[in-house]
């Protein structure tokens, strides 16, 4: 039986796993970068998992997995799996590849030994020396670990991951993904508790919040590679996403408040909301981080401020962390910052309760927790 995985940044492998278990889905998996679960529906699993994941990065569908140890036993075993049960004689696909600690470590070279074995195989499916290559996108990954490969086609779509909403047309300077401010929303424990974010940039951390709050399926608003795969009925996508729709809860009303010191980012952040459907549960507003305004008297902060990287850089994010924490201590809020900013703590003037690492793009970073 084939399996699904869910790609995820590193750090952000439990938080997926809880997102997996949630969705119902079972027999699952927790690897270093990945959760690997199997759906009893496999073609309804694929629809669900696009649809609602929201700290993944994508699904994958795995193929197959072996040892692989020469280019003989690579192509061999890559033929013997059933790729004509999900790619058509049109079809238009690519392969992608990478290769740790393995003997086959030339990536050019894996990957034209697996697109070699692929077309053979489908030629004998569909009796053809020629593909068109004009039907449906399938991304085929062979990841070689340890002389171990694993063979996958991206559900999702190679070129928009599963950040890619659909609400976000345009972004500040070094926005956040979607995918990690929704990552760090769930690891603070929000629900629809009272909301706040003071330097919200383009709006991605409270507009993510307020799916969360509502039940908005992340993925509802966009399309998915497997859309277009015949073995994938319209129908299975159209049941998921009128359940996904059925789930919204149109009755919450969140207390989410965002800010920024920049009025062009908080006007961005407005438009974005209105496309993502939750304008009507965020209240912006245009003010530094020293006017800020708790909304009640306890709620969660979750903060992405800007970070000290140069001189003059660091005096002002020294500044800004001295404000919050003069705003914030003492509260009954709880309050979520990420920075690379190892002088965080001693700026903020008070010890976090807990701290996270975690990779924010390339920019390793930690996530300090106060509860």
């Known amino acids: 039986m084939l399996s699904l995985i869910a790609t995820a940044a590193f750090g952000l492998e439990a938080t997926v796993k809880r997102e997996v278990t949630a969705l119902g889905f079972s027999d699952i998996k927790c690897l270093d970068g990945r959760v690997e679960f199997s759906p009893e529906n496999l073609n309804a699993g694929i629809a669900r998992a696009n649809l609602w994941l929201r700290s993944a990065d994508r699904v994958l569908l795995k193929m197959g997995e072996f040892s692989a140890t020469t280019f003989d036993e690579l192509f061999e075993k890559t033929k013997s799996l059933p790729w004509e049960e999900w790619i058509t004689a049109d079809g238009q696909f690519t392969v992608t590849g990478k290769s740790v600690k393995s003997g086959l470590f030339s990536v050019p070279d894996v990957q034209s030994i697996v697109k070699k074995a692929v077309v053979e195989k489908l030629r004998q499916k569909y009796n053809v020396e020629w593909f068109k290559e004009t039907g449906a996108e399938y991304t085929i990954q062979v990841a070689l670990l340890k002389d171990i490969a694993t063979l996958t086609i991206d ?213 300090y927790q106060y509860f």
């Open 155 to 367: 559900t999702t779509g190679a070129k928009n991951g599963l950040h890619k909403r659909g609400y976000r047309e345009r972004a500040t300077r070094a926005p956040m993904k979607e995918t990690m401010a929704a990552a760090l929303i769930e690891l603070a424990h929000y629900h629809a508790q009272p909301f706040l974010d003071p330097c919200c940039g383009s709006g991605t951390l409270p507009i993510e919040a307020a799916l969360i709050a509502k039940n908005i399926a992340p993925g509802l608003a966009r399309k998915f590679a497997a859309e277009k795969w015949n073995v994938i009925p319209q129908k299975t996508w159209k049941e998921a996403r009128a359940a996904a729709y059925s789930a919204i809860k149109t009755e919450t009303e969140p207390i989410i408040h965002a800010a920024d010191i920049d009025p062009s980012a908080v006007g961005l952040a407005r438009a974005n909301a209105e496309l993502a459907g939750v304008d009507d549960v965020i209240v912006f507003h245009n003010r530094p981080v020293s006017q800020t305004v708790l909304p009640a008297d306890t709620g969660i902060a979750i903060i992405n401020p800007p970070y000290g990287e140069r001189l003059g850089q660091i005096k002002e994010a020294e500044a800004l962390y001295a404000q919050l924490g003069a705003i914030f201590n003492p509260t009954k809020w709880h309050v979520y910052v990420i920075t690379p900013d190892e002088f965080f703590e001693t700026a903020y003037k008070k010890r976090a309760r807990a701290k996270r690492k975690l990779f924010n793009g390339m920019i390793k970073t930690d996530y």
